[in-house]
């Protein structure tokens, strides 16, 4: 199981956050991490200040070798499906086929309204953009031609029905839902999951966004994950200090926290097996 790191790109200065963020992947890279994803927010909502991700990761492809570039996400109602295609094909080409695309329906109201979208109509939207996007990648006529990205796209949801959709089109599925309540229930995200990897159109890539609390230790964090349900079907999981607006020694704390000593864990396949007669990790390797 691979691991993941994401940052929101939060703070009071662009020009500082986005050249801490930039040394943030090259470390990411340094301590082994198989990717570096940044969140798209627009007019600083959340704290949030990279409206434009593929720009920032392009300046991170040219400081790092071999670590993947993630979007988490770029709100797909709000772009033009051929000019996504054109930027993405173009940070594919420049880092080497190092590309994630991550989108998902976009949760601000207020940018929906500076593009002129009826907010409410988002999942619609995502819909009918995505399967746009994913013809455009597809043809011939594209420049650069980068038809492999198509197998790259990720589709962030929350809900059952979109973890459908992208079992339908054959795109990987991200989750930062919880797959436990406060009190312990479980949430159905494994079961959403479980269905994903029986009946997606290619095949099944689980990314499981898990946040990482400033004063959790190793031993807690391993823990939580090996008690999380939906850890067995993940492909990789995407750690997230928190909150998404801390500065950059708390990023690079958790980062080397995680690095060090779940890292290791991860690569052994898991903080713990599935319990016995659940099958995820035979089942997803019949699928492999």
Do not use: K, N
């Not at 790191?5 to 963020?21: I, K, Q």
């Not at 173009?90 to 109201?109: K, M, N």
């Not at 409410?120 to 009918?128: I, K, L, V």
């Not at 479980?194 to 898990?210: C, D, E, H, I, K």
């Amino acid at each position: 199981m691979r691991l993941g790191y994401l940052s929101h790109v939060a703070g009071d200065d662009p020009a500082t956050v986005y050249r801490e963020t930039i040394e943030l992947a090259v470390l990411a890279e340094e301590l082994g991490y198989s990717s570096f994803w940044v969140a798209q927010h627009h007019a600083g909502h959340l704290g949030g200040l990279l409206p434009s991700p593929l720009v920032l990761l392009a300046a991170v492809a040219a400081q790092t070798l071999s670590i993947r570039l993630g979007t988490g996400v770029v709100a797909a109602p709000l772009q033009d499906p051929l000019r996504l295609a054109e930027d993405a094909a173009v940070l594919d080409e420049i880092s080497g086929g190092r590309v994630e695309l991550g989108i998902g329906a976009g949760a601000d109201p207020a940018a929906s309204a500076r593009s002129g979208r009826d907010h409410d109509r988002r999942h619609a939207d995502c819909r009918a953009v995505v399967d746009r996007l994913c013809e455009r990648l597809g043809e011939p006529d594209l420049t650069p031609a980068r038809p492999t990205l198509r197998d790259r796209i990720w589709w962030a949801t929350g809900s059952s029905s979109g973890v459908d959709e992208a079992a339908a089109r054959g795109i990987g599925v991200v989750s930062g839902r919880p797959a436990r309540s406060p009190d312990g229930a479980d949430t159905g995200v494994a079961a959403d999951l479980a269905r994903y990897w029986t009946y997606a159109a290619g095949p099944p890539r689980v990314l499981l966004s898990r946040p990482v609390h400033p004063g959790r230790t190793p031993d807690a964090v391993a823990a939580e994950w090996a008690d999380d349900p939906a850890m067995p079907w993940a492909d990789e999981i995407l750690v997230q200090a928190q909150p998404a607006t801390a500065a950059g020694q708390v990023h690079r704390t958790t980062m080397r926290m995680v690095a060090e000593h779940l890292g290791p864990l991860l690569a052994a396949g898991g903080p713990a097996p599935p319990a016995a007669g659940t099958g995820p990790v035979v089942s997803r390797a019949g699928a492999r």
